[in-house]
């Protein structure tokens, strides 16, 4: 039987690998296990993040006055559907009477009870395709030693009645990002995570399971960023623009490097790149 992590309710836990995670996994060495389905085989779309959504997915799982907030703006200025996975009917019952409170439209907030281990859905949670105009789920191993989270996908997938493709990627969602036309972008991180599999191969599984074209940058240093992951420095907003960070007060910087390299590529490609100054204080860019 694999041995497991247990996370307390409600624990702010971050979205870094945790001391206790790190002493796992040298404990464990075994412990990432990829499965694989058959990838779609009607014509796919990926849509971008800036796509209309019906809805998003939310975590109960500590930072809740920021999930609050999240889930007011969905429901009101969003127009959408507030998702929210909770872990038993009790705390169900308490955010919805929470988010009442706080002046969410309760018409379009849907509580879930499911395990979940951390807040980080963004991350382990479903990602969509359309496979011939109808919707599916591409769902990756998390890159986190949290059973419950990884389980999400499968979760949801039954809930919504919508088919699953297991890609065999080890991978953190963050660490992805596209327009709605096939192209994408992701850090080097993502080869790190899957050391049996080339940058060729990776590329390749992204194409097959969500018809995208994946480009792979440098990941910031973990000194300053210790996800290493892609949204934390670029978004892409629309079909060809993008917003990528800048380092005006860090010019010789490392990450100032990759995102004017970045930044380069793109415009040579006709994107219409716009720059946002940042900063780093304390290992938190």
Same mark, same amino acid.
């Given at each position: 039987e694999q041995a497991i992590l247990v996370f307390p309710e409600g624990a702010e836990v971050p979205k870094?690998? @945790?001391e206790a995670e790190r002493h796992f996994l040298e404990q464990n060495p075994g412990y990432w296990q990829t499965g694989a389905t058959p990838p779609p085989t009607g014509p796919i779309v990926c849509p971008g993040e800036y796509a209309p959504m019906q809805g998003i997915i939310l975590a109960w799982?500590?930072? @809740?006055?920021v999930v609050t907030a999240m889930a007011v703006n969905i429901t009101t200025i969003g127009q959408a559907d507030a998702y929210i996975m909770c872990d038993s009917q009790s705390e169900a019952n308490s955010v919805m009477s929470t988010l009442n409170s706080a002046g969410a439209n309760m018409s379009r907030v849907f509580t879930y009870v499911v395990t979940t281990d951390t807040v980080w859905i963004r991350d382990y949670? +479903? =990602?969509y395709i359309y496979?011939?105009?109808? =919707? !599916? $789920?591409?769902?990756?191993t998390y890159n986190r030693p949290r059973p419950n989270d990884n389980n999400q996908p499968t979760f949801w997938s039954n809930v919504s009645g919508h088919q699953r493709y297991e890609i065999p990627l080890i991978h953190g969602g963050g660490n992805y990002h596209l327009n709605s036309l096939a192209a994408s972008w992701a850090t080097q991180l993502i080869v790190?995570?899957?050391p049996g599999l080339s !940058?060729? #191969? $990776? #590329? !390749?599984?992204w194409n097959q399971y969500q018809g995208v074209n994946t480009t792979l940058t440098s990941p910031f240093p973990t000194s300053?960023?210790?996800t290493q992951h892609i949204d934390m420095w670029m978004q892409i907003t629309g +079909?060809? @623009?993008?917003?990528i960070g800048d380092w005006p007060w860090n010019t010789p910087s490392t990450q100032n490097t990759i995102c004017d390299q970045t930044d380069a590529a793109m415009d040579a490609a006709g994107w219409n790149v716009v720059r946002v100054p940042s900063h780093s204080v304390g290992g938190t860019h």
């Open positions: 870094g690998l @945790t799982e500590g930072f @809740t006055s949670g +479903p =990602r496979e011939g105009g109808v =919707r !599916a $789920i591409v769902d990756h790190n995570e899957n !940058a060729s #191969q $990776i #590329q !390749a599984y300053v960023d210790s +079909p060809n @623009t993008v917003v």
